[in-house]
């Protein structure tokens, strides 16, 4: 039994491309591994807040020595990343807003972007020598892009701070198994949108 964490990150709701591609994958999932468990986080619609001084200080601080106050700053921060840790398999759904993340989700990596609790240096000091705490999982990415040839070699790749961001980031806290879906040219509309729509939802129904 597996527990798969999807996480939403669309502002809209109902006519939110990426939110369907998560119910999408849920329900094919589900259709294969009726035994696995499904966590939903809501970042999207749902305020998650910005880091701030009281969060930095907490963080940086010895976990022996923090006081009341800094357990109270990442109190939000350790669920999150408790959450990650407890799940073997993540789900981030996400539109592109201006060619980069919509300001819930950069504000949940803040959250969970933890030294010594899903990063650390190897040596101990800083050292640019990065190793990921977050072992043996899984990450499905599933975009929506409003213009098309973001991919890796594509005339808009040196455009993309979006899947590229959270490859780095999630490959940075030690998340190596890595698959991308995006659903692009919604802005074209039409059957270009259409045909994009039938590709990108055979490809997650392929998925196992």
């Known amino acids: 039994m597996k527990k798969v964490l999807i996480i939403n990150a669309s502002v809209r709701n109902e006519r939110s491309h990426s939110r369907k591609l998560s119910k999408l994958f849920a329900d094919n ?7 696995d468990i499904f966590t939903y986080r809501e970042v999207g619609t749902e305020v998650i807040p910005g880091i701030d001084e009281s969060w930095i200080a907490g963080a940086f601080t010895k976990p022996a020595d923090r006081t009341e106050a800094d357990h109270k700053a990442l109190e939000l921060s350790d669920e999150l990343v408790d959450e990650l840790k407890e799940h073997d398999i993540y789900v981030i759904a996400t539109p592109m807003y201006n060619w980069s993340l919509p300001s819930g989700l ?8 933890r030294f010594n609790k899903t990063w650390k240096f190897r040596s101990g000091v800083p050292d640019g020598d990065y190793v990921g705490l977050l072992e043996n999982k899984k990450i499905f ?7 098309t040839g973001y991919g890796a070699g594509e005339k808009n790749a040196h455009m ?3 899947t590229t961001y959270l490859e780095f980031i999630f490959g940075i806290m030690g998340v190596k198994d890595i698959t ?3 659903l692009d040219n919604e802005e074209f509309g039409g059957e270009i949108f259409e045909k994009s729509k039938r590709q990108i939802f055979e490809q997650i129904s392929l998925v196992e």
């Open 29 to 35: 999932w589900t259709s294969k591994y009726p035994q």
């Open 106 to 113: 950069k504000a949940y990596i803040d959250q969970v972007m």
């Open 141 to 147: 990415i599933l975009s929506s892009r409003g213009d």
């Open 160 to 162: 993309n701070f979006q």
């Open 180 to 182: 991308l879906f995006s």
